[in-house]
């Protein structure tokens, strides 16, 4: 699947691409945060020993990071995209439109959430640039 990349995030991408050593996937620009989609296997690197890593490209970006690390199936995207909430299973349904249906412990709804919505909502964007998906919604 194609994504379509501002220069803004394309710059981030090689920003931190120089200073972690780990080529992003995807960013997403929010504001004072940066979410980038890491390939699969490499989100040790990206992290570093005691989060030192990423931490480092904190600073010198002046940006807080989350990192989201890519799958191979889409259910694994979307368990991972919504980390570190615990997912219990992922059901994609293709009936009008592609969703997934997730189901979370109740301890870790709020984690799916996030404050505001903003984690389900950078899932359901990364999702839908990833793997189609339409809509996540928690069970």
């Known amino acids: 699947m194609y994504v379509e990349l501002s220069d803004e995030a394309r710059r981030y991408i ?27 296997g490499e989100m040790a690197a990206a992290i570093g020993q ?29 368990a991972s995209a919504l980390s570190p909430a615990a997912v219990n299973a992922v059901t994609i349904s293709e009936q009008n439109d592609r969703v997934a249906y997730v189901e979370v412990p109740d301890p870790d709804r709020g984690v799916a959430i996030g404050a505001d919505g903003r984690n389900i909502e950078t899932a359901r964007t990364l ?7 339409d809509d996540i919604q928690l069970t």
């Not at 090689?14 to 699969?40: I, N």
């Not at 002046?62 to 690390?69: A, C, G, Q, R, T």
């Not at 999702?127 to 998906?133: E, G, M, Q, S, W």
């Open 50 to 78: 005691a989060g030192e890593t990423v931490e480092e490209a904190e600073r010198r970006l002046d940006k807080s990071i989350e990192l989201v690390e890519d799958a191979d199936t889409t259910e694994a995207f979307v």
């Open 14 to 40: 090689g920003r931190f691409d120089e200073l972690t050593g780990v080529a992003p996937k995807d960013c997403l620009v929010e504001g004072d945060r940066l979410v980038f989609l890491v390939p699969a």
């Open 127 to 133: 999702a839908k640039r990833h793997h189609d998906i």
